[in-house]
């Protein structure tokens, strides 16, 4: 069986998942997997050697400014010629099926060349009555056409009851906790960054952003350009993470163990939902913008008990090559049984299911 794999580059969200599907590919003899990027520049990409002779296009992205999405340099941005042109390009006969993570070429070739094509991204989650904040017709218009697929699979916290796949993460608590806290606001500017931190003299951050070239101690902050390998050292040993809302990093702090303080990307229909939903479960604070004060309360807020995500997503690897893609209910099943909530929060997650299935 041989497979295309699309994966959005925006953020790095998308390809931290990619790379634990790619390692799950390479243990088959059965399949060949490639996998297509689009979504940022060829040289922004780092830490991809698991994926081989990956692909890169230009694709379609969201551009922010300051901390919120700006729709008018987005549009600006935008090159609707080039698109058309790598969709038409990609040739697919090759392929038996496309594997989708919200990455719009390989969505649209394959809806184009009639190649079965299946979604599994956290934005696919929000197909279902699941909490949800700043919804609207032009997100629910992205949803059903930005990457267009035959089957979806939603990757979530909890399922909901629908077709929702919980996330896969490799790191487990590690049982060493520093006093550092780890600091990864890619979308905010390093300066209005620098002033939220540095009045908490007696606080240890260390801040990872795609904007540095090299690495850089400056008092109690120490600046890090983004790196895997360091960045989840830092996340492994650090006390807590202030962040923005995206869903990967989030997953990896609750399997952590890691009590968080997100600060969420103004105008992302993903990321405010994903907020509502920590803050509902009482998984983590936050703060409608960079704010000193904030960050000191939450430094004394308690610590965070972990979840148990599963780490190995063979079942789901199974499943993609067994072929049987229109019956998501056992793979949903079987891999929700690996699945270890604390007591408490398993309570709460009972009463959020039935609360959105009635407003669904």
Known sequence: MRILYGVQGTGNGHITRARIMAKAFS?????????????RPTEGYFDMEVFGGYQTRQGLTFVHQRGAIDHWQTLRQASPLVFWQDVRSLDLAAYDLVINDFEPISAWAARRQKVPCISISHQDAFRHPVPKQGDNWLNRLIMDHFAPSDVQLGV????????????????????????????????????????MLEPLSEVNFVCFHPNLQEDEDQGNIQWRKTCKEGFHQTLQSCRGAIANGGFELSSECLQLGKKLLIKPLHGQFEQLSNVLTLETLGLCHSMPALDSEEVENWLDSASAEPIEFPR????????????????????????????????PLSRKLAAMATHTSREG
């Open 27 to 39: 243990r088959r003899d059965d399949v060949k997997v490639d996998f297509l990027f689009s979504g």
């Open 156 to 195: 979530h916290w909890y399922h909901f009851g629908h077709p929702i796949v919980p996330p896969f993460i490799e790191n487990e608590p590690s049982g060493e906790t520093g006093q550092h806290i780890l600091v990864y606001l890619p979308f905010e500017e390093l300066q209005e960054i620098r002033l």
């Open 312 to 343: 190995d997503p063979h079942l789901l690897v199974n499943w993609l090559i067994g072929g049987q893609w229109q019956d998501t209910g056992e793979i949903c099943r079987q891999l929700w049984q690996q699945v270890r909530f604390p007591a």
